[in-house]
Protein backbone atom coordinates (compact mmCIF):
# COMPACT_ATOMS: atom_id res chain seq x y z
CA UNK A 1 0.00 0.00 0.00
CA UNK A 2 0.98 3.77 -1.44
CA UNK A 3 0.23 6.02 2.32
CA UNK A 4 1.49 9.50 3.13
CA UNK A 5 1.18 11.68 6.43
CA UNK A 6 1.74 15.58 7.13
CA UNK A 7 4.36 15.96 9.59
CA UNK A 8 5.59 19.10 10.98
CA UNK A 9 9.77 18.06 11.74
CA UNK A 10 12.03 21.02 12.95
CA UNK A 11 15.68 21.19 12.96
CA UNK A 12 17.84 23.40 15.58
CA UNK A 13 21.17 25.44 14.69
CA UNK A 14 23.53 26.38 17.23
CA UNK A 15 26.72 27.59 15.40
CA UNK A 16 27.92 24.18 14.08
CA UNK A 17 25.95 22.14 16.41
CA UNK A 18 22.68 20.90 14.30
CA UNK A 19 20.02 18.73 15.97
CA UNK A 20 16.77 16.87 14.55
CA UNK A 21 13.43 17.04 16.77
CA UNK A 22 11.49 14.14 16.28
CA UNK A 23 8.77 14.79 13.75
CA UNK A 24 5.12 15.57 14.73
CA UNK A 25 2.01 14.15 12.55
CA UNK A 26 -0.12 16.72 12.17
CA UNK A 27 -2.74 15.16 9.92
CA UNK A 28 -3.24 12.11 7.17
CA UNK A 29 -2.18 12.38 4.07
CA UNK A 30 -3.41 10.46 0.92
CA UNK A 31 -3.79 6.93 -0.14
CA UNK A 32 -2.53 6.29 -3.52
CA UNK A 33 -1.92 3.09 -4.10
CA UNK A 34 -4.27 3.34 -7.37
CA UNK A 35 -1.10 4.46 -8.82
CA UNK A 36 1.09 1.59 -8.45
CA UNK A 37 -1.80 -0.21 -10.59
CA UNK A 38 -0.56 -0.73 -14.58
CA UNK A 39 -3.67 1.32 -16.70
CA UNK A 40 -4.06 -1.30 -19.43
CA UNK A 41 -8.16 -0.88 -20.05
CA UNK A 42 -9.47 -3.94 -22.08
CA UNK A 43 -12.71 -5.49 -22.33
CA UNK A 44 -13.44 -8.95 -20.86
CA UNK A 45 -15.80 -11.53 -22.46
CA UNK A 46 -17.57 -13.69 -20.31
CA UNK A 47 -17.51 -17.50 -20.13
CA UNK A 48 -19.88 -19.98 -21.06
CA UNK A 49 -21.12 -23.43 -18.68
CA UNK A 50 -20.62 -25.39 -21.89
CA UNK A 51 -20.64 -29.27 -20.98
CA UNK A 52 -20.48 -31.60 -23.76
CA UNK A 53 -21.21 -34.75 -21.88
CA UNK A 54 -24.08 -34.82 -18.93
CA UNK A 55 -24.68 -38.14 -16.71
CA UNK A 56 -28.41 -39.52 -17.16
CA UNK A 57 -30.03 -42.21 -15.39
CA UNK A 58 -32.83 -44.52 -15.50
CA UNK A 59 -33.88 -46.63 -12.75
CA UNK A 60 -36.86 -49.26 -12.00
CA UNK A 61 -37.31 -51.56 -8.66
CA UNK A 62 -38.90 -55.11 -9.35
CA UNK A 63 -40.58 -56.31 -5.90
CA UNK A 64 -40.98 -59.53 -4.61
CA UNK A 65 -43.14 -61.59 -1.77
CA UNK A 66 -40.80 -62.85 1.08
CA UNK A 67 -38.74 -65.55 0.42
CA UNK A 68 -39.44 -65.44 -2.98
CA UNK A 69 -37.05 -64.53 -6.38
CA UNK A 70 -39.85 -65.02 -9.30
CA UNK A 71 -40.81 -61.88 -11.30
CA UNK A 72 -45.12 -61.48 -11.00
CA UNK A 73 -47.26 -60.50 -14.01
CA UNK A 74 -47.99 -57.60 -11.71
CA UNK A 75 -44.71 -56.40 -11.38
CA UNK A 76 -43.71 -56.63 -15.36
CA UNK A 77 -46.88 -54.58 -15.73
CA UNK A 78 -46.17 -51.70 -13.31
CA UNK A 79 -45.59 -48.19 -15.22
CA UNK A 80 -42.47 -48.01 -13.29
CA UNK A 81 -40.90 -50.72 -15.89
CA UNK A 82 -42.68 -49.68 -18.59
CA UNK A 83 -41.15 -46.34 -18.53
CA UNK A 84 -37.79 -47.87 -17.89
CA UNK A 85 -37.98 -49.94 -20.90
CA UNK A 86 -39.26 -47.40 -23.09
CA UNK A 87 -36.50 -45.32 -21.93
CA UNK A 88 -33.63 -47.79 -22.71
CA UNK A 89 -34.49 -48.35 -25.87
CA UNK A 90 -34.84 -44.83 -27.03
CA UNK A 91 -31.52 -43.97 -25.24
CA UNK A 92 -29.92 -46.98 -27.15
CA UNK A 93 -31.33 -45.86 -30.21
CA UNK A 94 -30.68 -42.08 -29.54
CA UNK A 95 -27.33 -41.67 -31.46
CA UNK A 96 -26.48 -38.70 -28.94
CA UNK A 97 -26.52 -41.09 -26.30
CA UNK A 98 -24.38 -43.81 -25.03
CA UNK A 99 -25.42 -45.92 -22.51
CA UNK A 100 -22.24 -46.54 -20.25
CA UNK A 101 -23.36 -49.13 -17.60
CA UNK A 102 -25.99 -51.67 -16.85
CA UNK A 103 -26.45 -52.41 -13.23
CA UNK A 104 -28.70 -54.98 -11.45
CA UNK A 105 -28.40 -55.15 -7.92
CA UNK A 106 -30.97 -57.65 -6.03
CA UNK A 107 -31.61 -57.40 -2.30
CA UNK A 108 -33.02 -59.46 0.51
CA UNK A 109 -35.01 -57.71 3.63
CA UNK A 110 -32.51 -58.11 6.96
CA UNK A 111 -34.96 -60.93 8.50
CA UNK A 112 -34.36 -64.06 8.75
CA UNK A 113 -31.32 -66.24 8.34
CA UNK A 114 -28.46 -64.79 6.87
CA UNK A 115 -27.57 -67.90 4.50
CA UNK A 116 -30.86 -67.45 3.25
CA UNK A 117 -30.91 -64.25 2.54
CA UNK A 118 -27.65 -65.11 0.51
CA UNK A 119 -29.37 -67.61 -2.00
CA UNK A 120 -32.49 -65.55 -2.02
CA UNK A 121 -30.65 -62.07 -3.40
CA UNK A 122 -28.63 -64.30 -5.99
CA UNK A 123 -31.60 -65.75 -7.20
CA UNK A 124 -33.26 -62.11 -7.24
CA UNK A 125 -30.46 -61.35 -9.42
CA UNK A 126 -30.89 -64.02 -11.51
CA UNK A 127 -34.43 -63.05 -12.29
CA UNK A 128 -34.02 -59.53 -12.75
CA UNK A 129 -31.72 -60.48 -15.50
CA UNK A 130 -33.70 -62.92 -16.90
CA UNK A 131 -36.37 -60.47 -17.21
CA UNK A 132 -34.33 -57.67 -18.53
CA UNK A 133 -32.85 -59.97 -20.86
CA UNK A 134 -35.90 -61.08 -22.37
CA UNK A 135 -36.83 -57.27 -23.06
CA UNK A 136 -33.82 -56.66 -25.10
CA UNK A 137 -35.10 -60.08 -27.30
CA UNK A 138 -38.45 -58.21 -27.13
CA UNK A 139 -36.53 -54.94 -28.64
CA UNK A 140 -34.08 -57.00 -30.97
CA UNK A 141 -31.49 -55.09 -29.02
CA UNK A 142 -29.75 -58.47 -27.19
CA UNK A 143 -27.12 -58.35 -29.56
CA UNK A 144 -26.35 -54.97 -29.63
CA UNK A 145 -25.65 -54.38 -25.92
CA UNK A 146 -22.27 -55.14 -24.98
CA UNK A 147 -22.53 -58.04 -22.22
CA UNK A 148 -18.86 -55.99 -20.72
CA UNK A 149 -21.59 -52.80 -19.63
CA UNK A 150 -23.19 -55.13 -16.92
CA UNK A 151 -22.40 -55.07 -13.45
CA UNK A 152 -24.21 -57.14 -10.98
CA UNK A 153 -24.59 -56.34 -6.85
CA UNK A 154 -26.02 -58.77 -4.23
CA UNK A 155 -26.96 -57.33 -0.98
CA UNK A 156 -28.17 -60.27 1.00
CA UNK A 157 -29.44 -57.49 4.54
CA UNK A 158 -30.15 -54.36 3.42
CA UNK A 159 -29.63 -52.95 6.80
CA UNK A 160 -28.90 -49.51 4.97
CA UNK A 161 -32.22 -49.32 2.59
CA UNK A 162 -33.79 -50.41 5.80
CA UNK A 163 -32.54 -47.56 8.00
CA UNK A 164 -33.71 -44.86 5.35
CA UNK A 165 -37.03 -45.75 5.06
CA UNK A 166 -37.41 -45.66 8.63
CA UNK A 167 -36.07 -42.50 8.74
CA UNK A 168 -39.13 -41.67 6.87
CA UNK A 169 -41.82 -43.65 7.99
CA UNK A 170 -44.44 -42.55 11.05
CA UNK A 171 -43.44 -46.31 12.38
CA UNK A 172 -44.50 -46.64 16.54
CA UNK A 173 -40.93 -46.46 18.12
CA UNK A 174 -38.91 -45.61 15.37
CA UNK A 175 -36.49 -43.87 17.34
CA UNK A 176 -35.75 -46.46 19.66
CA UNK A 177 -35.52 -48.94 16.27
CA UNK A 178 -32.92 -46.97 14.78
CA UNK A 179 -31.01 -46.38 18.34
CA UNK A 180 -30.68 -50.26 18.46
CA UNK A 181 -29.33 -50.18 14.76
CA UNK A 182 -26.54 -47.31 16.03
CA UNK A 183 -25.99 -50.04 19.39
CA UNK A 184 -25.32 -52.99 17.40
CA UNK A 185 -23.82 -53.89 14.54
CA UNK A 186 -24.45 -57.81 14.68
CA UNK A 187 -27.10 -58.46 12.18
CA UNK A 188 -28.74 -61.65 14.26
CA UNK A 189 -28.57 -59.16 16.86
CA UNK A 190 -30.33 -56.23 15.67
CA UNK A 191 -33.07 -58.61 14.37
CA UNK A 192 -33.64 -60.25 18.11
CA UNK A 193 -33.83 -56.36 19.68
CA UNK A 194 -36.23 -55.57 17.24
CA UNK A 195 -38.50 -57.92 17.21
CA UNK A 196 -38.59 -57.66 20.97
CA UNK A 197 -40.07 -54.45 20.16
CA UNK A 198 -43.29 -56.37 18.98
CA UNK A 199 -45.61 -53.71 18.28
CA UNK A 200 -43.45 -51.86 16.19
CA UNK A 201 -42.30 -55.06 14.28
CA UNK A 202 -45.69 -55.84 13.09
CA UNK A 203 -45.38 -52.13 11.51
CA UNK A 204 -42.07 -53.13 9.83
CA UNK A 205 -43.41 -56.29 8.34
CA UNK A 206 -46.24 -54.53 6.12
CA UNK A 207 -44.40 -50.84 5.56
CA UNK A 208 -40.64 -51.41 5.46
CA UNK A 209 -39.75 -54.78 5.17
CA UNK A 210 -41.51 -56.21 1.87
CA UNK A 211 -40.16 -52.45 0.20
CA UNK A 212 -36.50 -53.86 0.71
CA UNK A 213 -37.52 -57.43 -0.97
CA UNK A 214 -36.13 -55.93 -4.43
CA UNK A 215 -33.89 -55.82 -7.43
CA UNK A 216 -33.50 -52.39 -9.07
CA UNK A 217 -32.42 -51.84 -12.87
CA UNK A 218 -30.19 -49.07 -13.56
CA UNK A 219 -29.21 -47.82 -17.08
CA UNK A 220 -26.18 -45.06 -16.60
CA UNK A 221 -26.02 -43.11 -20.13
CA UNK A 222 -23.87 -40.17 -21.41
CA UNK A 223 -26.37 -37.62 -23.53
CA UNK A 224 -23.55 -36.46 -25.65
CA UNK A 225 -23.84 -32.29 -27.16
CA UNK A 226 -22.68 -31.26 -30.46
CA UNK A 227 -19.36 -31.02 -31.55
CA UNK A 228 -17.04 -27.77 -31.99
CA UNK A 229 -17.82 -28.26 -35.88
CA UNK A 230 -21.79 -29.09 -35.11
CA UNK A 231 -22.09 -25.31 -33.07
CA UNK A 232 -19.72 -23.55 -35.48
CA UNK A 233 -21.93 -24.60 -38.35
CA UNK A 234 -25.10 -23.91 -36.47
CA UNK A 235 -24.36 -20.69 -34.90
CA UNK A 236 -23.41 -19.12 -38.45
CA UNK A 237 -26.80 -20.68 -39.91
CA UNK A 238 -29.11 -20.31 -37.86
CA UNK A 239 -28.04 -19.63 -34.01
CA UNK A 240 -31.88 -18.95 -32.89
CA UNK A 241 -31.94 -23.23 -32.44
CA UNK A 242 -29.32 -22.99 -29.77
CA UNK A 243 -29.63 -23.01 -25.95
CA UNK A 244 -27.98 -20.26 -23.91
CA UNK A 245 -24.45 -21.94 -23.51
CA UNK A 246 -24.54 -23.69 -26.92
CA UNK A 247 -24.34 -20.03 -28.07
CA UNK A 248 -22.27 -18.49 -25.88
CA UNK A 249 -19.32 -21.49 -26.68
CA UNK A 250 -20.82 -21.45 -30.32
CA UNK A 251 -19.54 -17.49 -29.75
CA UNK A 252 -16.25 -18.40 -28.58
CA UNK A 253 -15.28 -20.52 -31.30
CA UNK A 254 -15.47 -18.20 -34.19
CA UNK A 255 -13.03 -15.90 -34.86
CA UNK A 256 -14.66 -13.59 -37.42
CA UNK A 257 -15.97 -10.64 -35.20
CA UNK A 258 -19.37 -9.98 -37.08
CA UNK A 259 -20.16 -13.76 -36.86
CA UNK A 260 -19.35 -13.98 -33.29
CA UNK A 261 -21.18 -10.58 -33.05
CA UNK A 262 -24.22 -12.04 -34.73
CA UNK A 263 -23.91 -15.14 -32.30
CA UNK A 264 -24.33 -12.98 -29.20
CA UNK A 265 -26.82 -10.85 -30.20
CA UNK A 266 -29.39 -13.90 -30.74
CA UNK A 267 -28.13 -14.59 -27.32
CA UNK A 268 -28.68 -11.37 -25.72
CA UNK A 269 -32.36 -11.27 -27.57
CA UNK A 270 -33.22 -14.80 -26.93
CA UNK A 271 -32.46 -14.80 -23.12
CA UNK A 272 -33.04 -10.75 -22.55
CA UNK A 273 -31.95 -11.44 -18.33
CA UNK A 274 -28.32 -13.12 -19.29
CA UNK A 275 -25.94 -10.84 -18.80
CA UNK A 276 -22.94 -12.79 -20.09
CA UNK A 277 -24.83 -12.59 -23.56
CA UNK A 278 -24.95 -8.51 -23.41
CA UNK A 279 -21.48 -8.27 -22.19
CA UNK A 280 -20.07 -10.60 -24.52
CA UNK A 281 -22.07 -7.88 -27.35
CA UNK A 282 -20.02 -5.36 -25.91
CA UNK A 283 -16.60 -7.06 -25.74
CA UNK A 284 -17.36 -7.39 -29.36
CA UNK A 285 -18.08 -3.82 -30.20
CA UNK A 286 -15.50 -2.53 -28.82
CA UNK A 287 -12.98 -5.12 -30.75
CA UNK A 288 -14.63 -4.24 -33.88
Same mark, same amino acid.
Given at each position: ?????????????????????????????????????????????????????????????? =?? +??? @?? !? $? #??? %?????? &???? /?????????????????????????????????????????????????????????????????????????????? =?? +??? @?? !? $? #??? %?????? &???? /????????????????????????????????????????????????????????????????????????????????????????????????????????
Amino acid at each position: MKVSDLEVRVKGTVKTTVVDFPAIKIGDGVIATEFLVVKDPRPISMKDNFVRITPESYEADI =KY +LIN @KA !D $V #RPT %EVKKDE &LKNF /NTSFVEAKNDSTKQIKEIVISAYASPDGELELNEKLAEKRKESANKYFTSELKKSKLVDEVDENIFKYLTTPEDWEGF =KT +LLE @KS !D $V #RDK %ELILRV &LSMY /NDPAVREKEIKNISAAFEELKTKILPELRRSKLTVNVDVVGKSDEQLTAIGTSTPDSLNLEELLYAGSLVSDLNQKLNIYQTAAKKYPDCVRAKNNVGYVLIKT
